[in-house]
């Protein structure tokens, strides 16, 4: 390929889409943490030492107890009343989120479209079409995915916290073990948010790339990893360097359950590695279809 085959910033996912998707839904998990101090660890004190014998004539079951102060913290996290026997309605959480995510989005995709004109530019001197009709439907979809993932951080957190308590109280456990085990539960809620911060915005940078390439009428690319961790994959890594057609992504998963799944990069789970659009049309006349689905030159074929 020719020297100029993108700019060296567009050779590497940019990790700071993460950090900035981040960094806008901490908030809905920072929030569970801060309860959790403020009104769940000053109440479990309360629930130490319960022993069914000793304390027979208790009126209210352990559960029942612990029930009423997870119904407190999910009030007071949610922001509304609900019957104690009842589900909390999550619409008005679901719109918060949905427009932070939709703001991030938009946000997101600019950044994008920023780097992909300018690598455009800088390989053959032109500039992508500035229309993008499509855009909007997309970045809705997505946005409307999130919200889903995003929307059970904390309904999955709140109910493990209160399986943990109740599981810990009748096993008579310590407060201190108690108040451990409750911080791994926050800390797979942190987790999963970072999980999820990762994950989409690898997808929604790889699908942006894809969708704005075959808007302009370049169907081809060459598969760049490593990613920005410097850790790959081995079934991505024997795809480095290799040219792919956009309707035709390889197969990025060999092994396990999901083996012969087909991706082009940054739709596989957490993959970082990105695709450089191939701008010339020259070039492209030339390639030549491959056994693994691959493309590559004729004097590539005969060296």
């Known amino acids: ?54 304390d027979a004539s208790m009126d209210d ?19 509304q009343e609900y019957p104690l026997d009842g589900d909390i309605k999550t619409a008005d959480l679901r719109g918060l989120i949905f427009k932070q ?37 997309y970045l809705r979809d997505w946005t409307n995915r999130n919200v889903l993932l995003i929307k059970n951080i904390p309904l999955m957190a709140i109910d493990e916290m209160q399986k ?49 390439s075959r808007f302009n009428g370049w169907e081809f690319y060459e598969w760049s990893g490593v990613g920005p961790g410097g850790n790959e994959r081995p079934d991505h890594i024997r795809l480095n360097g290799k040219i792919f057609k956009f309707t035709e992504p390889p197969i990025t998963v060999t092994t396990t359950k999901r083996a012969g799944e087909r991706n082009n990069p940054g739709q596989d789970i957490q993959c970082q590695c990105v695709a450089i659009p191939i701008f010339n049309r020259e070039l492209i006349i030339q390639l030549v279809k491959q056994p693994d689905g691959s493309y590559a030159l004729p004097k590539q074929l005969a060296a």
Request: avoid cysteine; charge should be positive; charged fraction near 25%.
């Open 101 to 137: 995510v939709s703001q991030t989005a938009v946000s997101l995709a600019g950044f994008h479209k920023q780097r992909y004109d300018a690598n455009a530019n800088f390989v053959i001197g032109v500039d992508p079409l500035k229309s993008e009709p499509w855009l909007n439907a």
């Open 1 to 54: 390929m020719k020297k100029r085959r993108s700019t060296k910033a567009w050779q590497k996912f940019p990790v700071s889409m993460t950090i900035r998707y981040y960094s806008d839904i901490k908030p809905i998990v920072s929030k569970l943490r801060r309860l959790t101090n403020d009104l769940l660890y000053p109440n479990l004190k309360n629930f130490a030492g319960i022993q069914y014998v000793k």
């Open 164 to 212: 943990t308590t109740i599981d810990s109280v009748m096993k008579g456990e310590s407060t201190t073990l108690l108040r451990w085990k409750v911080q791994q539960n926050l800390g797979l809620a942190e987790t999963r948010a970072q999980l999820i911060a990762r994950d989409q915005t690898n997808k929604l940078y790889g699908t942006l790339t894809e969708l704005r």
């Open 61 to 79: 079951s352990v559960t029942e107890k612990i029930g009423k102060l997870f119904h407190r913290f999910r009030v007071n996290y949610f922001g």
